[in-house]
C-alpha cells in the first residue's frame, strides 16, 4: 500500500510515492509517465547488486524497454570526469527528447541522474527511486541536482524536478547501519527546522525506526516529504525559506570538502555535525537556551549520530575550514549566510553572523 504526496509546482507538479515493496510494481506506478516505453537506468555498483533486477522485471512486465549505466557507488563519483563518462555512456544509446533517465539508488545517484536529465538535449525527464534514507527523505525531493568540484560540494548544478519520486522503505532492510543513520540526520533535520512535535517524535520512536520497524521508517519519511514538499512549492529555487533546509549544511560541505568526499566522512554525518555546531553558534550568539543543545546531543546519544569532527582521524585546519565558508553557495556579496535557530523548530536564515564566534566553534568541536 503506498501513500502519495503531491509536490505543487504548477505544470512541473510530482507525486512521491511512499511505501513497502513499491519497486516490484514499479513498472505500473510510472508507465503512465512515459512519452515512450524506453529508459534509461543510472544506477550503481552497489545497489545493482540488490535491486537492478527487481526494477527491470517490473518494467519488463509493462513492456517498457530499458538499458542501463552502472557508476562507482560513493560520493567521488560526482565529478566532472565521472560526469563525462556517464553522458558518454547515456548518449552512446542514443537517446531523444522523449527519453526518461530513471535514477536507482541514494543521493549520489540522483544528483548525478538529474543532472545529466537537466542537460542531455537541453534537457528529458527523469524519475527518482531513492533506495537509501538520506534519498527518501531529502536529496530525491526538490530538484536540486549537480556535481562536486574541488572548490566545493555541488557548485555545479541546476534545478530540474523529476516527474515521480518511488520511495520504497524496503530497500532500506539492506542498508548499512552507518548509512542508515547518515540518512536519519537529514530525518531530525526537519524537526530541527520547524517541527517540534516531529522531534519529539523521533526522540520517541527513532531508536526503534533505525532498528528497522518499517512502519516508522515510513511514517518518517512522509512527515519528511511533506515538509519538504511544502517548502519547495512556497520557493522552489531557493530565494528565501528553502534556505532552512540547509540547516547544518554549511559547517557540513566545509568538513566535507576537507576530508575530500570520501568514506572518511558521509554527507549524513557531516549534516549531523553541522548542525550541532550550528546550535553551539546560536547559544554563543545569545539566541538559542543552552537546554535545547543539551536535548538534542541527549537523542544523539541516543541513536548514535556523530556530535564533532573531533572524533574524526582528520588534523583540521580551522583556516581552511573558515575559506570553504566562502565558497558557499549561499554566500552574498561577500556576507557569510547561516542558518541559525531561537531553539529546536526555530531556525532561520541570517548573514549577521560574527566570524570571530564561528571560528572559535570551529576550534572547539575539532578538538572536543
Known amino acids: 500500500m503506498a501513500e502519495t504526496l503531491r509536490v505543487e509546482l504548477g505544470e512541473r ?7 513497502e515493496r513499491l519497486l516490484a510494481k514499479a513498472g505500473a506506478h510510472i508507465a503512465h509517465l512515459l512519452k515512450r516505453k524506453q529508459v534509461i537506468i543510472i544506477t550503481d555498483d552497489k545497489v545493482s547488486r540488490f535491486y537492478l533486477h527487481r526494477l527491470t522485471n517490473a518494467l519488463e512486465e509493462q513492456g517498457i524497454g530499458y538499458r542501463c549505466v552502472i557508476v562507482k557507488s560513493g560520493e567521488g563519483t560526482k565529478s566532472f570526469e565521472s560526469f563525462g563518462q556517464l553522458m558518454d555512456n547515456i548518449l552512446e544509446f542514443k537517446p531523444d527528447r522523449n527519453t526518461t533517465l530513471v535514477a ?8 548525478i541522474t538529474g543532472f545529466a536529465a537537466s542537460v542531455l538535449l537541453r534537457g528529458v525527464e527523469f524519475i527518482q527511486i531513492p533506495t537509501t534514507l538520506l534519498a527518501q527523505v531529502d536529496s530525491s525531493v526538490g530538484g536540486k541536482t549537480g556535481i562536486n568540484s574541488r572548490w566545493g560540494k555541488n557548485l555545479i548544478g541546476s534545478f530540474h524536478q523529476p516527474v515521480m519520486v518511488l520511495a520504497d522503505v ?11 543513520l547518515a540518512g536519519y540526520a537529514e530525518t531530525v533535520k526537519y524537526g530541527l527546522i520547524d517541527d517540534t512535535t516531529f522531534f519529539e517524535w523521533l526522540e520517541k520512536n527513532g531508536a526503534a525506526m533505525l532498528a528497522g520497524n518499517a512502519s516508522l521508517q515510513a511514517q518518517a519519511i512522509l512527515t519528511s516529504c511533506k515538509a519538504k514538499a511544502s517548502i519547495v512549492a512556497e520557493d522552489e529555487k ?19 570538502a576537507e576530508t575530500g568526499y570520501g568514506d572518511t566522512l558521509l554527507h549524513g554525518e557531516a549534516v549531523a555535525i553541522g548542525m550541532v555546531m550550528a546550535l553551539h553558534t546560536s547559544v554563543a550568539m545569545g539566541l538559542c537556551p ?55 523548530g526555530k531556525a532561520f536564515v541570517t548573514q549577521d553572523v560574527n566570524p570571530d564566534i564561528i571560528r572559535d566553534v570551529l576550534a572547539k568541536a575539532c578538538r572536543a
Open 13 to 19: 507538479s510530482y507525486d512521491i510515492l511512499v511505501g
Open 104 to 111: 536507482l539508488g541514494g543521493g549520489v545517484v540522483g544528483d
Open 170 to 180: 524496503s530497500t532500506l532492510t539492506t542498508l548499512p547501519k552507518r548509512e542508515l
Open 238 to 256: 531557493e530565494q528565501g525559506r528553502r534556505a532552512l533546509l540547509n540547516f547544518g549544511h554549511t559547517f557540513a560541505h566545509a568538513l566535507e
Open 290 to 344: 543552552q537546554k535545547d543543545v543539551d536535548r538534542v546531543l541527549v537523542h544523539y546519544a541516543a541513536t548514535g549520530l556523530p556530535s564533532a569532527p573531533a572524533s574524526l582521524p582528520v588534523k583540521w585546519d580551522i583556516d581552511r575550514l573558515m575559506d570553504h565558508f566562502t565558497r558557499d553557495k549561499k554566500a552574498k556579496d561577500g556576507k557569510l549566510t547561516f542558518i541559525l535557530t531561537h531553539g529546536i
